[in-house]
């Protein structure tokens, strides 16, 4: 099918939203829009970060799910406790496949679930003796951590254990930082806050010990940058620190993916902070520039295109040396990059998709998909603001869909309407449009492949888009909009 003009694509919102009451209608409204690249800023076209229409399937995560999934529980030499019943930690545990190197429950604990295990007496009475308890029954078992987080869920804010006190009193016992984590899960309007208070909770319990985990001197480099926001899903952030070493600067820390305590405390001594996920991690950038003086920089390590654009932009804050390693890193990768171009873009050209992803990746992956000839003509965030829509306006085509907080419904006719040839989005939605008979990959943890990030990972994401689209399954599967009316079907079978 061919792209949708701005008016039929208003048209499409408007019929869309004729469904719902007329106050869900105004209130739906304002989050989906015709993209339009002359608007300066995309508040005046969409509204973003607010809450979910009741009554609606929202797509979005919580509080607990942004601090705990996201931010703190890739850090892997950490335990990280979820305090309330055990449902949330088992759901929250080794979903987003943080690969890490370590030996599990040895010196690191990622896909290992810590749990208070709430029941109906601690709602009553209270967790704080169960929870300093639990604190000490892992000192024990598992001498080797360099540190604990709490990790509030629900109940615990509506009853008021005391964590903090709690925290306090286990760190000065074991000399090891206990972090209190405030992320109850009713907290905001999605994931997004939680990601914050995470941030917030680094500032003020680990920035402040100002490096007492450091057991040898550190010896600065005019070459020292952090990698923040990578959360190594599948390997993404060994990828892209192989690049940033190759072109001469010293990745000294590298968090949450991965990382460790002590990545986190000498991040305050870098050179420049180099952030992925926006998202997740500009608190606690913003708050080290104002503090520390510490410049920092979004970059995007999808796609050659923007690996190229980004590896310049990161090298024009360093030394012609480093310039220099910028350019002979680009120039090492072209005969690959060209290689997996040549394969790929004839069976993938002018091939459309639709995106609806977390954090960064309804607008970094765009580049990906246009080096493969691909066009994206669709997409919108769980849980973006609009600072974030304000860095995708100008990567979208003119005229194509902008949804935020998408309903599963709108997402559904949507996809009936633009017929894409690909939609990229999470586990939520995936055997819903496989079932419809549309393509699908799982963009939140790369359905089980990856890495994406870095030149090498282009290359498995060509491959994999490739695999998606021209795989043969979908012959046997007939889209609802292909579908012959009932009647038209047994006047031609009799």
């Known amino acids: 099918m061919s792209a949708l003009t701005r008016e039929e694509t208003e048209a499409l919102i408007k019929e869309v939203l004729e469904v719902y009451p007329e106050k869900a209608q105004k209130d739906r409204a304002k989050h989906l829009a015709v993209n339009d690249h002359s608007e300066e800023q995309s508040k005046k076209c969409i509204t973003s970060n607010r809450k979910s229409l009741p009554g609606v399937m929202t797509i979005r995560g919580c509080a607990y799910a942004g601090s705990k ?13 979820s305090h309330g019943p055990v449902g949330c930690g088992q759901y929250s545990r080794a979903g987003r496949r943080n ?5 599990t ?20 009475f209270g967790g704080d003796k169960k929870l300093a308890k639990l ?7 598992f001498p080797l951590h360099k540190g604990i987080s709490v990790q509030s869920e629900c109940p615990i804010g509506l009853i008021g254990d005391d964590i903090e006190a709690v925290s306090k009193k286990a760190a000065a016992e074991l000399d090891k930082p206990v972090v209190p984590v405030r992320c109850e899960g009713f907290r905001g309007v999605s994931q997004s806050l939680g990601h914050h208070i995470a941030n917030d909770a680094i500032r003020d319990w680990v920035f402040s010990r100002d ?51 002590a990545e986190i405390e000498l991040t305050p001594k870098v050179k420049l902070n180099l952030i992925h996920c926006y998202r997740s991690m500009n608190y606690i950038a913003r708050h080290m520039e104002e503090k520390y003086s510490i410049p920092w920089i979004e970059y995007n390590f999808f796609g050659p295109t923007k690996i190229a654009e980004s590896l310049r932009a990161i090298a024009a804050h360093f030394d012609d040396k ?18 997996v171009i040549a394969k790929y873009k004839q ?11 977390g954090g960064l ?26 600072d974030d829509y304000d860095r995708t306006v100008k990567e979208m085509g003119n005229a194509t869909l902008l949804y935020d907080d998408v309903t599963g419904f709108e997402f559904e006719e949507f996809v009936k309407r633009v017929k894409p040839d690909l939609i990229g989005s999470g586990i939520k939605e995936k055997y819903i449009f496989q079932k419809m008979g549309v393509p699908f990959r799982q963009m939140h943890s790369w359905d089980y492949s990856g890495p994406y990030h870095g030149f090498d990972g282009f290359a498995i994401f060509a491959r994999d888009m490739d695999m998606t689209i021209n795989n043969p399954c979908w012959k046997i599967l007939t889209p609802p909009w292909q579908k012959k009316p009932e009647a038209e079907a047994i006047a031609q079978a009799a």
């Open 211 to 261: 490096g007492k985990d450091i057991k040898t001197e550190f010896v600065p480099s005019p070459y020292d940058v952090s990698i923040i926001g990578d959360y190594n899903i599948g390997g993404d952030a060994w990828s892209s620190r192989i690049l940033l070493e190759e072109m001469g600067l010293r990745v000294v820390a590298q968090w949450s993916g991965d990382g460790t305590l």
């Open 105 to 124: 429950g040895i010196n690191t604990f990622g896909t290992m679930n810590f749990t208070s295990d709430f029941q109906e007496k601690d709602i009553v």
């Open 361 to 386: 990746r309804p607008r970094h992956v765009i580049g990906s998909y246009e080096d493969l000839g691909m066009e994206v003509v669709g997409t919108g965030y769980e849980f973006g603001h609009n």
């Open 135 to 141: 604190i000490g029954e892992i000192e024990g078992l």
């Open 322 to 339: 480093i310039k220099a390693g910028a350019e002979a890193v680009i120039a090492k990768y072209q005969p690959m990059v060209d290689a």
């Open 347 to 357: 069976r993938l050209e002018g091939k459309r998709v639709m995106l609806y992803v």
């Open 99 to 103: 690969y890490y190197v370590g030996t």
């Open 69 to 81: 999934g996201v931010v703190w529980g890739p850090i892997k030499d950490m335990i990280h406790i």
